[in-house]
């Protein structure tokens, strides 16, 4: 990893997150960067490198860093405060900069990339519209000198055929015009390549400056010291000069960095337009009934805010009073409106259409979804794909290779040449070292895969970084569990049904207070269901959860358990007297849970889940790609398959745990099947974490979420076959931008090297090498920026 070099015994400021504090401090917000105490570059928690000291973690670049900091700490640590915490309770972190070719560059204000001389950007873009102050002085620097480029090139096309200027005279005129464009226009490039030779890192930069200063160097030379030159060099009085080739190179360069910071810009406008999602104000209720309109910075968590018809929710809550239909689309991409109620939860930056709410806030600032949709796209968009290892390794060995072929050239055409083969020499080898483009290269997937992530985000379909992308267009079976993923995840209590000793009420009542303790969906309508009876619902103790199969817990002194059959075989209670009621309802589709009472059976309790209407949509969209589907439930075996018939689904798998559906991922990778699995719940974590593709509903637990690659703001399927056809046209996008570029640089630097010459008589101007090599980075961005994928 590429240090940028700060004093190593430099002391944190107050403003600024190091190592410990921020790795620790629980203000500090999730993604936040860190500083690495030995080096000052700017790091992140999932760094492999990092120390314990004294109950506090420290983050490191490279395994060079944290040897340092490992063999004498207090060389390194210093008192540190904590991250500035302003008066809406939010970390204020400064604006972190990276490189789009190389996102492990990480640097606290803008610059240059020192590895490829490209301009940093802010890793979280901003709504501020200001233009990028690089791009504004590229343009004032392109505008002010194209007159005097074009009156160069002028001078030097047709200056010596009408005889406008007398022998050394028009050498001179072109010095004095150039000279402004050299030393002014071009400086920013001689700095880049400056760097690269600094750095150790020759990249483009390093070929232009060489290209251009050779030229310009010669020029100057033959201008101010024409009698060292032979004989053979003299034409029509003068030494023949190429300050139009220098002058012409550093413009069309000029205006393809224009070209190209504008199509970057355009990358980062997926996350641009999620921060303008988000309201400006929301309308407090204060403790008095009083009414009053506040910054979205001053919401604090428990507030009750009003949303008015046609207002956007403010921040993520849960409604109180009122109901209305709330547009999502602008998070999940589900056109149709939601109906929230009384209990119901809301995202912020939705909006309200009809109705009038009253929500408590309960997640404001970096813990919105908002927010965490904006901060898991930006993480991707700096993520490295594994194709990109290719062009890396490639574009290592591009720059030397190229000085090879362009030092070869010249000596080639000075020896074996026709006359003045020396100065064919020097044009072609300058038009080789303009030509190459390893820029091309090296953006050919980071832009790919910012637009994908960009366009994913704003149809609800979030990756976790690259790899994710470039892998699941490789899925063929997926893994799905049933209720949340297949089903609405909203069940609906059915009926309860009573063994001998117990009524129907009994059982619903014990069932309920047993699971006030569970985030199962089955769970929320059990209670729901005893809540809208009236029951009052008992304490319960020593709850315990056991993941697939259902809880135990004791309430008025009574050892209960509720769960399926796997969980009434394990405690020794029998089911028979309620076995064929419980088949006859799971062949209707319903879920059924067993109740027993200090291992006595109690009574069973069935709940629906609706299948979700865009599920059978989704399910044909995803066989028509190639991938085939396996249902993994922990619902019973009539149940499972009574839900797999109708939506189609032949392999079945019931009553699976955690474990079983890890084997399961475990089986189908054995077969050399690329496994994604898709889930929602804490069950499912473990088999996510270990498919090729998790794929986490954004409706599910944290848990579920992190351990998967993918995550489906809308729990919907049909999110899962639009990831997979983004996927495919993103690799597809990826390896076009790739071929472009291999192939313009294979195509590009033996023609400027001048082998069709002997056939042809064709020889590339460094000035039409020029215009190739800004062309075609723009060429690459530009086809990336194709890459749109409308939802289906």
Same mark, same amino acid.
């Given at each position: ?28 917000? =999730? ?10 570059? #700017? ?30 700490? @207090? ?20 604006? %972190?900069? #990276?490189?789009?070719? +190389? ?5 606290? +204000? ?49 200056? +010596? ?19 402004? =464009? ?15 030779? =600094? ?14 200063? @050779? ?19 003299? #034409? ?49 209720? *204060? ?165 994908? %992530? ?24 997926? =893994? ?22 117990? %009524? ?37 103790? *020593? ?16 050892? /209960? ?61 995803? +066989? ?39 084997? /399961? ?67 597809? *996008? ?59």
């Amino acid at each position: 990893m590429q240090e940028i070099k700060t004093p190593a015994h430099a002391t944190p400021t107050s403003s600024e997150v190091t190592g410990c504090c921020a790795g620790m401090h629980d203000s500090t917000p =999730i993604g936040a960067p860190l500083k690495d105490l030995v080096c000052g570059m #700017t790091v992140n928690e999932q760094s492999a490198h990092s120390s314990i000291v004294g109950g506090n973690k420290f983050f490191f670049c490279g395994a060079k860093c944290k040897m340092k900091f490992d063999a004498d700490p @207090s060389q390194y640590m210093s008192p540190v405060s904590a991250p500035k915490i302003n008066e809406t309770g939010k970390a204020s972190v400064d604006a %972190t900069y #990276t490189c789009p070719m +190389h996102p492990e560059i990480r640097q606290d +204000h803008p610059g240059n990339c020192p590895k490829c001389g490209m301009s940093l950007e802010p890793v979280m873009p901003t709504l501020d519209e200001t233009e990028d102050p690089e791009l504004k002085d590229f343009i004032r620097r392109f505008w002010l000198t194209l007159p005097l480029t074009i009156v160069v090139t002028t001078l030097a096309m047709f200056g +010596h055929e009408f005889g406008w200027f007398k022998g050394t005279a028009q050498n001179w005129i072109e010095l004095m015009l150039s000279l402004p =464009i050299v030393l002014w226009a071009g400086v920013p490039f001689f700095i880049r390549g400056a760097q690269s030779v =600094i750095h150790r890192s020759p990249n483009m930069w390093t070929l232009i400056s060489l290209g251009t200063g @050779s030229a310009f160097i010669y020029s100057i030379v033959a201008t101010v010291f024409p009698q060292v030159f032979p004989i053979s060099f003299w #034409t029509m009085g003068r030494i023949g000069v190429y300050f139009e080739a220098s002058a012409v190179i550093i413009s069309l360069t000029l205006l393809g960095q224009i070209l190209e910071l504008k199509a970057r810009a355009k990358t980062s406008m997926a996350i641009r337009l999620l921060l303008g999602l988000a309201p400006k104000t929301a309308r407090r209720i *204060n403790a008095d009934s009083t009414e009053e309109d506040i910054s979205l910075d001053n919401v604090q968590v428990g507030d009750k805010l009003r949303v008015r018809p046609g207002e956007k929710v403010p921040v993520d809550g849960i409604v109180i009073d009122g109901s209305s239909a709330i547009d999502e689309s602008m998070l999940t991409g589900e056109s149709m409106p939601v109906t929230k109620r009384s209990g119901d939860k809301v995202i912020g930056a939705t909006m309200n259409s009809t109705g009038a709410l009253i929500i408590r806030s309960e997640k404001i600032g970096s813990q919105t979804v908002l927010a965490q949709i904006v901060r898991m796209v930006a993480t991707a968009q700096r993520s490295k794909a594994p194709m990109q290892r290719m062009a890396d390794i490639v574009a290592g060995y591009f720059v030397a290779s190229v000085v090879t072929v362009s030092v070869a050239t010249f000596c080639v055409w000075g020896v074996f040449g026709p006359d003045p083969g020396w100065i064919y020499g020097l044009i072609n080898a300058v038009a080789v070292l303009i030509i190459a483009c390893p820029c091309a290269l090296g953006l050919a997937t980071p832009m790919s895969i910012m637009v994908a %992530t960009g366009q994913g985000a704003t149809h609800g379909v979030l990756f976790r970084d690259a790899a994710a992308i470039e892998k699941l267009c490789k899925v063929d079976t997926l =893994i799905v569990d049933k209720t949340g993923t297949l089903t609405q995840g909203k069940p609906e209590f059915n009926c309860a049904i009573a063994a001998s000793e117990f %009524t129907t009420d009994e059982v619903l009542l014990l069932a309920a207070s047993l699971d006030q303790g569970s985030e199962h969906p089955l769970a929320e309508a059990i209670v729901r269901a005893a809540r809208d009876r009236n029951l009052i619902l008992d304490k319960v103790e *020593n709850f315990e959860s056991s993941s697939g199969v259902g809880v135990h817990g004791t309430v008025k002194g009574k050892k /209960l358990a509720l769960g399926n059959t796997v969980l009434m075989n394990q405690g020794g209670v029998s089911i028979d007297n309620l076995k064929q009621q419980a088949e006859e309802l799971r062949g209707q589709g319903a879920s059924v849970v067993y109740l027993s009472v200090d291992h006595r059976l109690a009574g069973l309790l069935a709940v629906s889940d609706p299948i979700k209407a865009s599920t059978p949509e989704a399910l044909r969209a995803l +066989h028509d790609a190639g991938v085939h589907v396996v249902m993994a439930t922990g619902d019973g075996l009539t149940t499972a398959n009574s839900v797999g018939k109708r939506l189609g689904i032949n392999d079945v798998y019931a009553e699976v745990k955690p474990a079983d559906k890890l084997k /399961l991922v475990e089986q189908l990778q054995a077969q050399g099947r690329i496994v994604a699995m898709a889930g929602d719940g804490i069950n499912d974590a473990p088999a996510l974490a270990k498919a090729d593709v998790g794929i986490a509903m954004g409706t599910g637990t944290d848990i579920a979420i992190n351990s998967s690659q993918v995550t489906l703001v809308k729990g919907d399927l049909r999110g899962i076959a639009y990831a997979h056809t983004l996927s495919n046209a993103s690799v597809r *996008n990826m390896k076009q931008n790739l071929m472009f570029a291999l192939l313009y640089n294979a195509l590009g630097i033996p023609l400027a090297a001048g082998v069709l010459y002997p056939l042809t008589g064709w020889l590339l101007s460094p000035m039409v090498a020029a215009l190739a090599m800004s062309l075609s980075s723009a060429s690459v961005i530009g086809n990336a920026l194709r890459l749109r994928i409308n939802a289906r």
